[in-house]
């Protein structure tokens, strides 16, 4: 069975940080596109990050780049979010999902989706 598995989520005060892990089984990360996305309460899900296949191409929104880096160990079949200087705007349910080779931000366009993990950002 093809899954994607996240976590590293949790409570964190502003300012602190967070590594999300999205951890493949059933099939090898090392052809797909890794994105990931968030959704907070009440609104829409929207892309965050994204690495390509070859780990060549990064892509980050406005409101994380500087706080946030993604990375990949295909040795591990894993993709790392690395959360630092959170903000209670990042309150959010983070999803990792796959898709082959080149990154998107539209989810419509990823085949693969974990089930998500809970980030809180909250003094």
């Known amino acids: 069975q093809l899954q994607l598995v996240e976590s590293g989520g949790g409570l964190v005060q502003p300012g602190g940080s967070l590594r999300l892990s999205c951890a493949a089984s059933?099939?090898?990360?090392?052809?797909?596109?890794i994105g990931w996305f968030r959704q907070a309460p009440g609104k829409e899900r929207k892309g965050v990050s994204c690495?390509?296949?070859?780990?060549?191409?990064?892509n980050y929104v406005d409101s994380v780049k500087g706080r946030f880096t993604i990375s990949r160990d295909n040795a591990k079949n894993t993709v790392y979010l690395q959360m630092n200087s959170l903000k209670p705007e990042d309150t959010a349910v983070y999803y990792c999902?796959?898709?082959?080779?080149?990154?998107?931000?539209?989810?419509?366009?990823?085949?693969?989706w974990g089930q998500g993990t809970q980030v809180t950002v909250s003094s």
């Open positions: 999902a796959a898709r082959i080779d080149f990154c998107s931000y539209f989810s419509a366009n990823y085949e693969y």
């Open positions: 690495i390509s296949s070859s780990g060549g191409t990064l």
């Open positions: 059933g099939f090898t990360l090392d052809s797909y596109a």
